[in-house]
């Protein structure tokens, strides 16, 4: 199947001020719809990784859920949940970071990683990068490496993957949008 950016980004619906007035929204919800979309774009993933150093993969509430899970299965790799704050069962690590909405906290469970795993973290897009950098620290802060961060989109304006390149840790997108792009 070869990738086509044009009607893939076609599929990524803007949602004009939604959470909030001056906000695009970029709901990724038909790509699910699609079943060829959705096989595109976890097959594009699949394919950058399955030859990859890494040992885990990281999934961010709740987007990066559905992109993680069907990566962790695809590579036969444990998957790491990092949830918003108080969904966790056991003994957890917690991270604080500001959205473009307000202040947020990232939990993760303490006994997820350990010295010497390295994880590949997926969320649905990286726009200020606030979550997984919060996923980045509670990584190190259980002695792990990040191997890279990864979403279906980039928002560049808003300098997420600036940050986290500055972090070094290396990002990677199957597209990216202006704020303006309609």
Not at 160 to 178: H, K, N, V, Y
Request: proline share 5%.
């Amino acid at each position: 199947m070869i990738f086509d950016e044009f009607s893939f980004k076609s599929l990524i619906r803007p949602v004009v001020d939604f959470p909030k007035p001056g906000v695009i929204f970029r709901d990724i919800t038909p790509l699910f719809q699609s079943p060829k979309a959705l096989r595109l774009v976890m097959d594009s993933f699949v394919q950058r990784y399955i030859d990859s150093d890494f040992t885990h993969v990281g999934a961010m509430d709740a987007r990066g859920f559905l992109i993680g899970s069907i990566i962790a299965y695809e590579l036969n790799k444990p998957l790491v949940l990092f949830r918003k704050q108080g969904k966790l069962p056991a003994d957890v690590l917690a991270e604080g970071y500001q959205t473009e909405y307000g202040e947020a906290f990232l939990e993760v469970h303490a006994d997820s990683l350990c010295d010497g795993d390295s994880v590949v973290m997926f969320d649905d897009l990286i726009a200020t990068g606030g979550t997984l950098i919060a996923a980045a620290n509670l990584i190190r802060r259980m002695g792990a490496k990040v191997h890279e961060a990864a979403a279906i989109i980039d928002l560049p304006e808003l300098g997420g993957s600036q940050r986290l390149q500055d972090m070094e840790i290396p990002t990677f997108c199957l597209t990216q949008f202006a704020l303006t792009d309609k």
